[in-house]
């Protein structure tokens, strides 16, 4: 009762400075639970759609699609939640340690910043429900199959909302939890960030696993869709989320690689200090480009469905198109989103630093140029190598890419597109460092 | 006609914060090469002193002159340029940047202000060897001890040998043979360097390094001591 009263009073009583990381991890929830229920509103439609009476034969290849785009966006959507439990961590260093130093034990400490994370998880789940009611109307505009969706489609049960609520504060919780391990609060109230865990090599083992898996799959194909068509489907989408996954373990490891490289070479302050951002804490920037490099690279390899499916009736080839759009287009908003929160929790661990480098002379702009930089050169390099990978995997089919061209512009687009949402994300904590960095100033 | 061999002078500063009032009408006077350690208790405005005097914050009333500057009539970003190369930092707690080696540390005001990364590199090697950290450079904040990263912030308030070195309350997380090795080589390397020295501080130890102390209470300097006070400066404490 006395942590939960001790939690209550600290929360009545955060400062207005503090308010823009409140709002930023609440709108990442929001998202995150926007994201979860318009994608299971879509896999539910399209499940339903098979039994209608219009629905063609190549119904039963839309739920398998659908379940594709779950594959596609589990990973940036965990990521998101959990960079949003991590942003609300990071500010609450400071006031943990002075309860920590007033006798508050490490459990209560530890109950404290939970239930921060957890309440504005709910906040933000409950937020993102109804962004998501209100959206449903301009989802349902969206054409597959040769129609628009009736709005009742998409409309998850009560009981998936609440799953999908629940889902989003378990991650929050989860999060927390474990940023809490890498912030020690000593007894005499000191919070001192531990240095992120160095990266282990063994992390490309999963890889060949997981390439095994394909090769297997691939050539055993007849067996696998033998199963049925649903769990076929299930199989291959299991595999696509593995690969994410693998992806998403391996990325930190060529951020870290990336940094060393450049940080090696740097000849300015702003690419030094990006650099060695990079290779002293990948996972992190990695959150904030890992999404947009995914999505490049299934943007990539969707580039020749318009010259695949050119000349024929079937409306599945710019279905695919039209869905392959819808799940860049979530990934690029939770990226963004991902990027914003992962920079307002990096300006607020670095607030005091850049208190003292602006007191001894350092320029914010040297400090934002630098923050940009940490962001972009990952990302346009992370872009280019996904986009590369793409080529590579649908090279034999490369000449389709001249037949319809538009597939090639769609990719561009969409790539533009998503890397210019994460850029700006990267510029919306701009204010928090300049307010770190003036404290000084108003002292 | 008398030639001033002030480097840093300032004269009737005035600064409140609402109804408080942390500077007083003070008058401070620091002579190139010179180490001034400014003492007094919690609230005395001796840290108020230290921001204005470095052109962190402007006065409400008042003049501070470096070499002919006026601080005061300068904007925010000539301000900073002034602190980048004519000032150099100590903190309390060093404030290294976590993901930078001490080398890179040491030479980041270097770089800052133009220099090659490479030359601005080995003469910050240089500094770190000279402060005892030969072998170390290449170690991050979070692999040196307390004496070791206060070191490393030492180099790197004199990378860019700079007029005057501001130190605030530069032992204050150290154990007392730690700090008195940080405060002989703080002392060495601005006399070495011709650099003037502010130290605030509470403590009388560090003050008799110190060419020079003022007492402060209430906003106002209240005593003087040369060097050689050592039972007076301890007074100052209580």
């Known amino acids: ?443 | 006609m008398e030639i001033s061999r002030d480097i840093l002078r300032a004269t009737g500063l005035v600064m409140t914060y609402g109804a408080t009032r942390a500077l007083d009408g003070v008058d401070v006077r620091i002579a190139a090469g010179e180490s001034l350690a400014v003492m007094g208790p919690s609230g005395s405005g001796k840290t108020t002193l230290l921001h204005v005097l470095a052109g962190i914050v402007r006065p409400g009333a008042g003049t501070v002159d470096l070499a002919g500057r006026d601080l005061v009539a300068m904007s925010d970003a000539q301000r900073t340029t002034l602190r980048r190369n004519d000032f150099g930092f100590v903190f309390q707690s060093g404030e290294l940047l976590s993901e930078l080696p001490a080398q890179e540390n040491v030479a980041l005001p270097a770089m800052l202000g133009g220099e090659p990364r490479g030359a601005a590199v080995d003469r910050a090697r240089g500094l770190l060897g000279r402060l005892g950290l030969g072998g170390l450079e290449t170690r991050r904040p979070g692999e040196l001890s307390g004496g070791q990263a206060q070191r490393v912030a030492i180099a790197r308030a004199m990378i860019g040998t700079p007029e005057v070195v501001f130190a605030d309350e530069p032992t204050g997380a150290l154990d007392q043979a730690t700090g008195r090795e940080v405060m002989e080589l703080l002392t060495g390397l601005a006399r070495d360097h011709g650099s003037a020295l502010v130290v605030v501080t509470h403590d009388p130890a560090v003050a008799r390094w110190c060419d020079r102390t003022l007492a402060m209470r209430d906003g106002r300097v209240v005593r003087e001591f040369h060097d050689g006070s050592r039972s007076e400066i301890t007074g100052v404490r209580s």
């Open chain 1, 1 to 443: 009762m006395t942590t939960l009263r001790i939690w209550w009073s600290l929360a009545r009583h955060t400062r207005s400075e503090s308010r823009l990381p409140t709002v930023l991890a609440v709108v990442a929830f929001a998202v995150t639970t926007w994201a979860v229920l318009t994608v299971a509103g879509g896999v539910q439609a399209f499940a339903s759609r098979v039994d209608q009476p219009w629905a063609g034969s190549e119904a039963e290849v839309y739920p398998f699609l659908s379940w594709v785009a779950v594959a596609l966006l589990v990973v940036p959507t965990a990521t998101l939640g959990a960079a949003a439990a991590r942003l609300t961590i990071a500010r609450r260093d400071t006031r943990l340690a002075r309860l920590r130093l007033t006798g508050a034990t490490t459990g209560q400490i530890s109950t404290i910043a939970v239930l921060d994370a957890v309440s504005q998880a709910a906040i933000g789940a409950v937020s993102g429900v109804l962004v998501n009611a209100a959206a449903t109307p301009a989802v349902a505009l969206l054409r597959f199959q040769g129609r628009a969706f009736d709005p009742s489609e998409l409309r998850l049960g009560a009981g998936w909302v609440v799953l999908a609520v629940v889902s989003v504060l378990l991650v929050a919780t989860t999060s927390s939890v474990v940023s809490l391990r890498r912030v020690a609060i000593t007894p005499l109230g000191v919070a001192k960030r531990l240095p992120p865990k160095a990266l282990s090599w063994a992390r490309v083992l999963p890889v060949l696993i997981l390439g095994l898996a394909f090769v297997v799959a691939f050539n055993a194909g007849s067996v696998v869709f033998g199963f049925g068509m649903a769990v076929g489907a299930l199989i291959l989408a299991g595999l696509l989320a593995g690969a994410f996954a693998v992806f998403n373990l391996v990325g930190p490891l060529f951020v870290s690689l990336l940094g060393r490289l450049l940080g090696a070479r740097a000849r300015s302050v702003e690419t030094l200090l990006a650099a060695r951002r990079m290779s002293e804490d990948p996972r992190s920037v990695w959150r904030s480009v890992g999404g947009i490099a995914l999505v490049t690279f299934v943007a990539g390899c969707l580039s020749v469905t318009p010259g695949m499916t050119s000349g024929q009736d079937s409306a599945l080839g710019a279905d695919i198109g039209t869905g392959a759009a819808v799940t860049l287009v979530i990934s690029a908003v939770l990226a963004a989103v991902s990027t914003g929160v992962t920079q307002a929790s990096r300006v607020l661990d670095s607030a005091s630093r850049y208190r003292m480098l602006h007191l001894a002379g350092t320029d914010v702009e040297v400090l934002h140029r630098a923050r940009s930089r940490e962001t972009w050169i990952p990302l346009v390099v992370t872009m280019g190598g996904a986009a590369a990978l793409s080529l590579l995997i649908i090279s034999p089919v490369l000449a389709l890419l001249r037949t319809a061209p538009v597939g090639v512009l769609w990719f561009v687009g969409c790539a533009v597109v998503g890397a210019g949402l994460v850029l700006l994300a990267a510029r919306a904590s701009r204010p928090l460092v300049t307010a770190s960095a003036g404290v000084v100033q108003t002292l």
